[in-house]
């Protein structure tokens, strides 16, 4: 009996569920939301079953259709790796790699990668912006083969870790933002009564983690890195940023480091699972280890 569930479907609703709607999810595969809307359509009348719920002001998934989701994703995993295991076997290069950063991380710092990584290999890249918790469940989940991003207190025990250096953090806020005018300590009681802006966790299933917000405190979250960076300089709040993504935008006089605070350096570390390595992996792990310092 044919099946009338395709893989695409099964992308098409992990991305409605990861983006938050059907137009984010659109804008991402490249598609209209009317042609996402009608395979939606089409996918409840072959199944008999009814996958959002659109009663509401925006469309949620039923109990049915999180079942459908849930079990997708797994399907999608093991598609991937199957696909991936048989390149592998066939000519010892992945079909695809996926290097996880942090958000805090410049993803041009690995462009030259890329570029090199194509002088040996016809392996495709893909470069995936996480955020905090995110980071390590990309990698426990094999949403990503390798990542980069600051380093945990405790970390997982199947996990090799390799350290690439430190980098400076700093607080900032737009020029002309009130935060300036302040005197005195800049300490927990004088912070939390400035909003902060702050990066969601790209987190799934693990607990959210935050960093440097106060309990108190006003808040503004975005969905990714550039954001921030418009927030801060829009003088919406208060924050930290990398010195190298900070400076520039001080230099242009947009940001300016906040009095009384001290740069906080945060250690970087490549990580990655030992059960699976093929050579492109490999080859990227020698890479960033070997040139990591003349990226940034």
């Not at 025990?157 to 005018?181: F, I, N, P, Q, R």
């Not at 919406?236 to 230099?251: E, F, R, S, Y």
Request: proline share 4%; with cysteine.
């Amino acid at each position: 009996m044919h099946s009338p569930i395709t893989l695409e479907a099964l992308y098409i609703l992990d991305a409605i569920e990861r983006r938050g709607s059907f137009a984010a999810a659109a804008h991402e595969m490249n598609r209209a939301p009317s042609s996402l809307s009608y395979q939606i359509q089409k996918l409840e009348q072959d199944l008999d079953i009814i996958i959002f719920d659109r009663s509401g002001h925006k469309a949620s998934f039923t109990d049915a259709g999180r079942l459908l989701l849930d079990h997708g994703r797994r399907i999608l995993s093991e598609t991937d790796k199957l696909v991936n295991d048989a390149t592998v076997l066939a000519n010892g290069w992945e079909l695809d790699v996926t290097l996880a950063y942090d958000g805090i991380i410049p993803v041009d710092n690995f462009f030259p990668l890329v570029e090199s990584l194509g002088n040996v290999s016809k392996t495709r890249v893909r470069l995936q912006e996480e955020i905090l918790a995110g980071c390590w469940e990309s990698l426990a989940t094999d949403r990503a083969d390798l990542l980069v991003c600051p380093r945990l207190e405790t970390m997982p025990h199947d996990v090799k870790v390799e350290s690439l250096g430190s980098m400076s953090m700093v607080w900032v806020a737009a020029t002309d933002h009130y935060v300036h005018k302040r005197s005195g300590v800049f300490d927990e009681n004088a912070r939390q009564k400035y909003r902060i802006v702050a990066i969601a966790d790209t987190a799934r299933e693990q607990p959210p983690i935050s960093v440097n917000i106060l309990q108190k405190q006003p808040r503004l979250t975005v969905t990714n890195f550039a954001a921030k960076c418009q927030a801060l300089t829009s003088g919406l709040g208060i924050g930290t940023l990398p010195q190298q993504v900070a400076q520039p935008l001080i230099d242009a006089g947009k940001l300016q480091i906040i009095h009384g605070t001290e740069k906080k350096e945060a250690e970087l570390v490549l990580a990655w699972r030992r059960n699976k390595m093929g050579e492109a992996k490999s080859w990227c792990i020698q890479y960033l280890k070997k040139h990591w310092n003349l990226l940034n």
